[in-house]
């Protein structure tokens, strides 16, 4: 099946595609050790790899984004689907080739498959010194001594508390306009195709003053647009007694912050801060969001609402806890306060689990009536220990999955065509993020619903903001002209 079909995104230039890697850039202060981390998957995880080299610059590590100046290796793995697990076997098996010339250096398996596999890892790949699950990065460098003394280390212990609220994430990636902040950890939906809840445990809100400072400190480090990050930020909810939403929940703490008080806390930073998150859930998506969504500015227009099927059966086989009327009355909900300018993107999952060809066109007339801008798609690939792997067959022949698959990518890449030819003609405030990748003369931003737009670059620069009239687009990108060749110092949305 993996050799069949890889996971496809459709996103173009935006996103973060599924399987995508990305490596810490270089950090020179002069320690004595060298740190390469290599980070897949979710934008999580690569928020996760900036604490990691954080914790780590204060034990002697500067980063390099050389595999080859590395003491210290760490690949910070994903989970999902069964193809990124395959990817991180398929790149130990070229570090060990590495590390044969090179044998004092150290390599670690963080993230979600250090924890799925635990110490079956070190059984499996004989060149892993240390594993490190998503909630054990304090501990690094008391494990990174063990391996010192010449021990393998481990620790996959999930925290019911740990959000790593306290410490500044070293942002090395970046382009100096645009940032992630972390605002939650785990997920307690148990969705039955997902490992998710097993890998990253249960979930828990961060103190939202440190949420703030962040968000404050990055503006005052000239960044203009922070995302807040989580794998279901409508169930955020933090109490100063209580952060774990299972336990706060059971005490009936009565007086918390939920998620549109946090948006409208991190909002109320600066005028000239925009806001955004990911990702949202269609069962647990308040109007109250929607209500500080359309009452701030600079929050920006633009959801990400995975739907995963569009048949109700599957959805409930799925335990995603909506059905498809429920899904399309939410997308209403939607437009009716936010308007038809407000982006929308899905995850959507073909082949579950017994789905028939009824309930794939199902799927398929529910991109018709939604018209989403682009969306991640996937066949459903079984994860070991899931409820979906202990009660149902995953009995979808994969060439079936793998043409269903097709055709929703199809239609996708001609609504996300229909969708950006819509807003020709239109105006839209857009926050530079840097030069176009195709050409040195044009800038390219993101306009609030989230698409990108590229514009001549005149005497614009980084993180202005500025107003673009469409011309014409692509399926991935708006491309426009300036309006008064001045740069706006206020968001006009
Ligand atoms: N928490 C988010 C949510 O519920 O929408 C998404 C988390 S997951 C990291 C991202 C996407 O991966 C999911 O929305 C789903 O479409 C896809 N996914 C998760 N498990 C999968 C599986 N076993 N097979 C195929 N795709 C999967
Ligand atoms: Fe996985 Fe569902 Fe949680 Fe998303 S909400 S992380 S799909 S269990």
Same mark, same amino acid.
């Given at each position: 099946m993996q050799d069949l079909i890889g996971d496809i995104d459709v996103l173009g230039e935006t996103g973060t595609p599924a399987d995508q890697l990305r490596v810490l850039a270089d950090?020179?202060?002069?320690?004595?050790?060298? *740190?390469?981390?290599?980070?897949?998957?979710?934008?999580?995880?690569?928020?996760?790899?900036e604490i990691v080299a954080s914790i780590l610059q204060k034990e002697g590590f500067d980063t390099t984004s050389d595999i080859n100046q590395a003491?210290?290796?760490?690949?910070?793995?994903?989970?999902?689907?069964?193809? $990124? +697990?395959?990817?991180?076997? &398929?790149?130990?098996?070229?570090?060990?080739?590495?590390?044969?010339?090179?044998? @004092?250096?150290? /390599?670690?398996?963080?993230?979600c498959m250090a924890e799925r596999l635990k110490t079956k890892l070190l059984e499996e790949e004989n060149i892993v010194d240390l594993v490190a699950g998503p909630d054990a990065y304090r501990d690094l460098p008391q494990l990174i001594a063990q391996v010192d003394d010449g021990e393998r280390a481990v620790n996959t212990f999930l925290s019911r508390? @740990?959000? =790593? #609220?306290?410490?500044?994430? !070293?942002?090395? &990636?970046? &382009?100096?306009?645009? $940032?992630?902040?972390?605002?939650?950890?785990?997920?307690?939906?148990?969705?039955?195709?997902?490992?998710?809840?097993?890998?990253?445990?249960?979930?828990?809100?961060?103190?939202?003053?440190?949420?703030?400072?962040?968000?404050?400190? *990055?503006?005052? %480090?000239?960044?203009? @647009? !922070?995302?807040l990050l989580g794998q279901n930020v409508d169930s955020y909810k933090w109490s100063e007694e209580e952060n774990n939403k299972a336990w706060l929940e059971k005490k009936g703490v009565g007086s918390y912050i939920n998620f549109a008080?946090?948006?409208?806390m991190v909002a109320n930073v600066n005028a000239?801060?925009? /806001?955004?998150?990911?990702?949202?859930?269609?069962?647990?998506?308040?109007?109250?969001?929607?209500?500080?969504?359309?009452?701030?500015?600079?929050?920006?227009? =633009?959801?990400?609402?995975?739907?995963?099927?569009?048949?109700?059966?599957? *959805? +409930?086989?799925m335990n995603r806890g909506y059905s498809r009327e429920w899904?399309?009355?939410?997308?209403?909900?939607?437009?009716?306060?936010?308007?038809?300018?407000? #982006?929308?993107?899905?995850?959507?999952?073909?082949?579950?689990?017994?789905e028939t060809e009824e309930e794939h066109a199902e799927t398929l007339s529910l991109m018709d009536k939604v018209i989403f801008d682009y969306a991640y798609m996937f066949f459903y690939s079984e994860r070991p220990g899931t409820p979906a792997a202990k009660q149902f067959k995953d009995d979808i022949d994969p060439e079936v999955k793998t043409r269903? *698959?097709?055709?929703?990518?199809?239609?996708?890449? $001609?609504h996300s065509l229909l969708s950006n030819q819509r807003d020709i003609g %239109?105006?839209?405030? !857009?926050?530079?993020?840097?030069?176009? %990748? %195709?050409?040195g003369e044009f800038l390219q931003g993101r306009n609030s619903a989230n698409k990108v737009v590229v514009f001549p670059k005149e005497n614009f620069k980084k993180g202005d903001y500025v107003s673009v009239i469409i011309d014409s687009c692509t399926s991935a990108t708006l491309i426009g002209t300036t309006i008064d060749g001045t740069a706006k110092s206020k968001i006009i949305i």
């Open positions: 950090q020179n202060t002069g320690k004595a050790r060298k *740190l390469y981390i290599e980070s897949y998957g979710c934008q999580m995880n690569f928020s996760d790899s003491d210290l290796v760490f690949l910070n793995t994903c989970s999902i689907r069964d193809k $990124a +697990e395959q990817t991180v076997r &398929n790149r130990l098996t070229q570090i060990n080739g590495l590390k044969k010339g090179k044998p @004092e250096m150290l /390599v670690g398996v963080l993230g508390e @740990e959000t =790593y #609220g306290d410490i500044t994430p !070293v942002r090395l &990636n970046t &382009n100096g306009v645009t $940032a992630f902040i972390s605002i939650m950890r785990g997920c307690d939906n148990m969705c039955s195709f997902c490992v998710v809840p097993f890998t990253r445990g249960r979930e828990r809100s961060r103190n939202p003053h440190s949420i703030v400072n962040e968000a404050k400190d *990055l503006f005052d %480090k000239g960044y203009r @647009e !922070v995302t008080g946090l948006l409208e000239d801060l925009r /806001v955004r998150f990911s990702t949202s859930h269609p069962k647990d998506i308040t109007d109250e969001v929607l209500h500080t969504m359309a009452m701030h500015e600079n929050i920006c227009k =633009y959801i990400h609402l995975p739907v995963q099927s569009g048949n109700s059966r599957i *959805l +409930e086989l899904y399309l009355k939410r997308i209403a909900k939607i437009r009716e306060i936010l308007g038809d300018d407000c #982006g929308l993107s899905s995850d959507m999952i073909t082949g579950f689990c017994s269903r *698959l097709q055709e929703i990518i199809k239609k996708q890449r $001609a %239109k105006e839209f405030n !857009v926050l530079v993020e840097g030069t176009s %990748k %195709k050409s």
